[in-house]
């Protein structure tokens, strides 16, 4: 990994790439310390100390929800909007028919994701300020009716914005995904004190068990990201104008977790909204909505069991997902069969789809349930010992990080494959 990282920074375009990268990062993070007006600093720190649901919120955005910056809203308005216009792509016929016009369908669809990100973090950020004034942690107080509440909301949008067009800036011009990275930068900032919480704790058991769930994790997610399922693909001996080229043999790679980090992330997200809206009703006025408010908000506590057997079954769920969204087999088929290569013992076309098919629902399952089991896992830690409740949110960002950092070293190395390359390709 350091040979990969060293040679990387020897060649100049992936050292432009990754010297650009952290050149956002630290834009990000100079953001994420400009505090909102109006806000009353101790009342903000003792609501977050007290309410579960806000910090696995502040989990994505760096602490800078708890800080209440301009960017507090983080990246979770850009990807609640990407999962409904990836849902609505899948069922409304011209959204579909879009999403496979190649990349001008994407940039489209990209358009009106960011589109829909405004209103999304508008509501968000209504819903957020509305329960931190029942708290009393708004001076002044918040209405729609009020100049400066107006000016609070659309300070955090803008700051959604902005942090959304960051992230498309890391992913065209960067390395890796965007999305990724900026939640990748807020937690990694929040490493120093969650280690020196942890080495505070009483009992040496509390951290010998806590170091041995982060190497678990550590392994189980380089293990899931590296495993792979090779289809050998064959090509036949085939003449373009008047050259005549050789057929070979060489094979399609199929990860076992063709999704990434993404399916925790958008697992989390919507965990996070349920439970910011019963976080917000839960100061109405009206009991009865009161009531069935603090009933879901309980409902969904990051510590109780119901909650991790949720989290587990929208990991497995939304792994499938993200995989049917990013791989299809019928495109593949078709890649192919135009160029002349097919699967031995598989005919071309239809088959050759069907087969593409069945492999990766059966590799997918053991991906989705080994990501689902190590997302849970430290959750149910913190739920069967009290003592390591902290654990839940920290085990959720170790398995972001570890995730981020395999797929940015397998980008970098795929950069200097091309470039070891490019005198052949000249």
């Given at each position: 990994m350091f040979e990969s990282l060293l040679n990387a920074f020897?060649?100049?375009?992936?050292?432009?790439?990754?010297?650009?990268?952290?050149?956002?990062?630290?834009?990000?993070?100079?953001?994420?310390?400009?505090?909102?007006?109006?806000?009353?600093?101790?009342?903000?720190?003792?609501?977050?100390?007290?309410?579960?649901?806000?910090?696995?919120?502040?989990?994505?955005?760096?602490?800078?929800?708890?800080?209440?910056?301009?960017?507090?809203?983080?990246?979770?308005?850009?990807?609640?909007?990407?999962?409904?216009?990836?849902?609505?792509?899948?069922?409304?016929?011209?959204?579909?028919?879009?999403?496979?016009?190649?990349?001008?369908?994407?940039?489209k669809l990209n358009q009106y994701t960011r589109y829909l990100t405004v209103p999304m973090a508008l509501l968000q950020a209504f819903g957020i300020l509305s329960a931190l004034n029942a708290k009393s942690v708004?001076?002044?107080?918040?209405?729609?009716?009020m100049a400066s509440s107006w000016v609070q909301m659309i300070t955090m949008v803008a700051g959604a914005v902005v942090l959304m067009w960051l992230g498309e800036l890391i992913t065209e011009k960067g390395i890796g995904n965007g999305i990724s990275f900026i939640i990748f930068a807020g937690i990694v900032s929040r490493a120093p004190a969650g280690v020196l919480a942890v080495l505070q704790q009483p009992s040496p058991r509390d951290i010998v068990l806590f170091g041995i769930l982060a190497i678990v994790a550590v392994a189980v997610i380089i293990y899931i990201q590296e495993g792979q399922r090779r289809i050998p693909i064959q090509y036949a001996s085939r003449v373009r104008g008047r050259r005549m080229y050789q057929g070979g043999q060489t094979f399609l790679p199929l990860r076992v977790?063709?999704?990434?980090?993404?399916?925790?992330?958008?697992?989390?997200?919507?965990?996070?909204?349920?439970?910011?809206?019963?976080?917000?009703?839960?100061?109405?006025?009206?009991?009865?909505?009161?009531?069935?408010?603090?009933?879901?908000?309980?409902?969904?506590?990051?510590?109780s069991i119901q909650y991790s057997i949720i989290y587990f079954l929208l990991t497995v769920g939304f792994t499938y997902f993200y995989t049917a969204f990013t791989f299809k087999p019928d495109e593949t088929a078709e890649n192919l069969r135009k160029n002349g290569g097919f699967i031995p013992g598989i005919r071309?076309?239809?088959?050759?789809?069907?087969?593409?098919?069945?492999?990766?629902?059966?590799?997918?399952?053991?991906?989705?349930?080994?990501?689902?089991?190590?997302?849970?896992?430290?959750?149910?830690a913190g739920v069967l010992d009290s003592s390591l409740q902290g654990i839940a949110i920290g085990g959720t960002g170790l398995l972001i990080v570890v995730s981020v950092v395999v797929e940015t070293m397998k980008q970098i190395e795929a950069q200097l494959m091309m470039r070891n390359y490019e005198g052949f390709i000249r």
């Open positions: 020897r060649a100049p375009d992936i050292r432009r790439r990754i010297l650009f990268v952290l050149g956002i990062l630290v834009v990000y993070r100079v953001l994420a310390q400009v505090p909102l007006p109006g806000i009353d600093r101790a009342a903000l720190a003792d609501f977050f100390k007290n309410n579960s649901a806000f910090g696995i919120l502040d989990l994505f955005a760096g602490g800078g929800l708890s800080q209440l910056s301009i960017v507090g809203l983080a990246m979770n308005p850009y990807i609640n909007a990407s999962i409904i216009m990836q849902l609505m792509a899948g069922v409304i016929p011209s959204l579909q028919a879009l999403s496979r016009e190649g990349e001008y369908g994407r940039q708004i001076i002044g107080g918040f209405g729609l009716g977790n063709l999704a990434g980090v993404i399916p925790i992330i958008f697992a989390i997200s919507i965990l996070a909204f349920p439970g910011q809206l019963a976080a917000y009703f839960s100061f109405s006025n009206v009991q009865a909505i009161q009531d069935v408010a603090k009933a879901i908000g309980s409902f969904l506590s990051p510590t071309p076309g239809r088959p050759t789809q069907e087969y593409l098919g069945r492999v990766v629902s059966r590799i997918t399952l053991a991906g989705a349930l080994f990501l689902g089991i190590v997302a849970v896992a430290p959750v149910l």
